[in-house]
């Protein structure tokens, strides 16, 4: 059993930058693939970002890429998002999520979601 808790998020203008943060109980936390989500109002929940369990890999939504970057420290338990750059695009509740092992860019495949933090990014 893993359990997530995002935070970090709040008010920014655009231009700004914003670090997440995600915290994880359990022992198993080194061997899951991290994630990202958005879910915009109105929008469907989107990928935005993953790291293998090693931390060696990374992947990104192209709407993203080169603005963000994800991060683990597994000795912590901790999940991070540095989103540089931000855009009013960039709205969102953001969410982590869990896989056992392998990345997946799919919501339906994850294992396990935090509740969400809100990103608001004004113009």
């Known amino acids: 059993q893993v359990q997530l808790v995002e935070s970090g998020g709040g008010l920014v203008q655009a231009g700004g930058s914003l670090t997440l943060s995600c915290a994880a109980s359990?022992?198993?936390?080194?061997?899951?693939?991290m994630h990202w989500f958005r879910q915009a109002p109105g929008k469907e929940r989107e990928f935005v970002a993953a790291?293998?369990?090693?931390?060696?890999?990374?992947f990104y939504a192209d709407s993203v890429e080169g603005r963000f970057t994800i991060s683990r420290d597994n000795a912590k338990n901790m999940l991070y998002l540095k989103m540089n750059n931000l855009e009013p695009e960039d709205t969102a509740v953001y969410f982590c999520?869990?896989?056992?092992?392998?990345?997946?860019?799919?919501?339906?495949?994850?294992?396990?979601w935090g509740e969400g933090t809100l990103v608001t990014v004004s113009s």
């Open positions: 790291i293998s369990w090693i931390g060696g890999r990374q």
């Open positions: 359990g022992r198993t936390f080194s061997r899951y693939a």
């Open positions: 999520a869990a896989k056992w092992d392998v990345i997946r860019t799919n919501s339906d495949g994850m294992d396990y």
